[in-house]
């Protein structure tokens, strides 16, 4: 079974408008990963926190990591059609990544 | 180096055939992923290898099948006896030991369909 739980499932918005995704999971962590898909593609790593931080930022992204509720959250903002793609949590587990159901993320023009 | 290859893109196939999937890592990781990811879902782990070690395996990863990394560089996955639900997108990832916070770097995927 997935670790990760992500929501909302789907997420549709204009140009420039902020979009924000949240991950929950289940087990203690050292780190969760944010990752994105375009359709049909390969996953690309975004961004990392760990688990001593509370929030990362990274150009349009701004991650966050509450350990004590164990969620973190995902923040574009300003988003471009390009943004247009799955976005999904990843945390490791055994020397593994397990990941999340993901957030479909839709840009209107 | 142009990141993880995989080969191919896409394959066809009809039910009761064999595949064989290749992925080529990152020459300097010593880590090689496969995953299992259906439409609309998240990728779930098939299996890893450090080197040429197969060190885990999932329950996923029925009897038909098979993955090898020979020599500790490329990667094949094989599918005996295809089945309709084998029909996914098989992706392959890397990375170096020691580097898992950087993330991992995964191919393009190959997209099996079975007919």
Same mark, same amino acid.
């Given at each position: 079974s997935q670790q990760g739980e992500e929501d909302p499932q789907a997420l549709s918005i204009q140009e420039g408008e902020n979009a924000t995704m949240n991950c929950s999971y289940k087990t203690s962590i050292n780190n969760l990963q944010w990752y994105r898909q375009n359709s049909g593609r390969g996953l690309v790593h975004l961004i990392l926190i760990r688990s001593n931080e509370r929030e990362k930022h990274s150009g349009r992204l701004r991650v966050t990591l509450d350990t004590s509720k164990k969620s973190s959250s995902l923040l574009i903002t300003a988003s471009r059609a390009a943004d247009t793609a799955s976005y999904f949590c990843a945390t490791p587990y055994t020397d593994k990544l397990i990941f999340g159901t993901g957030t479909r993320l839709q840009v209107f023009p | 180096d142009t990141g993880v290859s995989q080969d191919p893109r896409h394959k066809i196939t009809k039910r009761g055939q064999n595949v064989t999937f290749r992925c080529d890592p990152i020459s300097e990781h010593n880590r090689l992923y496969w995953y299992r990811q259906t439409l *609309?879902? *998240?990728?779930?782990?098939?299996?890893?290898?450090?080197?040429? #070690?197969?060190?885990?395996?999932? %329950?996923?990863?029925?009897? %038909?099948?098979? #993955?090898? %990394?020979?020599? =500790?560089?490329?990667?094949?996955?094989?599918?005996?006896?295809?089945?309709? =639900?084998?029909? #996914?997108m098989y992706l392959c990832a890397s990375i170096k030991d020691g580097w898992a916070n950087y993330g991992y770097t995964f191919g393009s995927g190959t997209r099996l369909t079975v007919v």
């Open positions: - | *609309g879902q *998240g990728p779930e782990f098939l299996t890893y290898f450090q080197n040429e #070690a197969q060190l885990e395996k999932s %329950r996923l990863l029925s009897d %038909r099948f098979s #993955a090898e %990394r020979p020599k =500790g560089s490329f990667s094949t996955l094989e599918i005996q006896r295809t089945e309709q =639900g084998d029909s #996914a």
